[in-house]
């Protein structure tokens, strides 16, 4: 089976991977490319500040939970290929979770900060986003090869762990918040409950080296 950051060799393998981090930006420019052409056409609601505010806040966690699938997929499925998305998945997570940050503080609080801490008092709910984001800060700065190297692979794999964590808490940060319909959360929950399962399966085979470029795995 291929290592978990490159693959098998060939022409073959290495046009797929020239198209494959391109693609994935593409596929995941689609939700903010439809966010700009709701705004632009009114098909953000009667509160459009809220409906993006939403709508980052869930692409946020969906690229972090997606962001932990390519491992179980290698390990059980022998698919190796997700794996060399997982940095950027990991990225996409973060950066959407800034924008979804930045959105609140600048847009919807004018960045006054008392009104944040207002705000947070009275819906703890964000205190728990912010922890995420938080957790996510470590992870995004050392997704590099050279934090790998710099930290050593279990040190870093151990810290990258905290994907789990972060993700746990995204979760909890959205179902806390919603009042009503508790379907998106609790699908979420779901699908990182079934994540961190397969990823606890032991290990089958011996032991490999690690990996010569493992960026984005937690
Ligand atoms: C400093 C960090 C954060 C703050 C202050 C914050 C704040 C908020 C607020 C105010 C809302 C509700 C907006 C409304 O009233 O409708 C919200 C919703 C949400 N946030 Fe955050 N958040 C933070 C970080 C995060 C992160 C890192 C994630 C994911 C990884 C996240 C995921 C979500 C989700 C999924 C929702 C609900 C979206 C929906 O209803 O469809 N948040 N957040």
Sequence with gaps: MAAPGGGAGG???RGRRRWERP????ACAVPFGKMVVDGATGGLGANPIEQVQDRLGFWALAFLVLSLAPTPAQRLLGVAWPVRLRRQLGLLAFFTGLAHFSWYLGVD???DLRLV????????????GMATLLLLLPLAVTSTDRWVARLGFRRWKALHRLAYLAAALGVVHFAWRVKADERQPLAFAAALGTLLALRLLPRRGRRR???RSVVGQP
Excluded: E
């Design 11 to 13: 022409a073959g393998a």
């Design 23 to 26: 693609a994935l930006l593409a």
């Design 109 to 111: 609080q004018f960045f």
């Design 117 to 128: 801490a207002a705000d947070v008092a009275k819906r703890p709910f964000m205190a728990v």
């Design 209 to 211: 080296a690690a990996p």
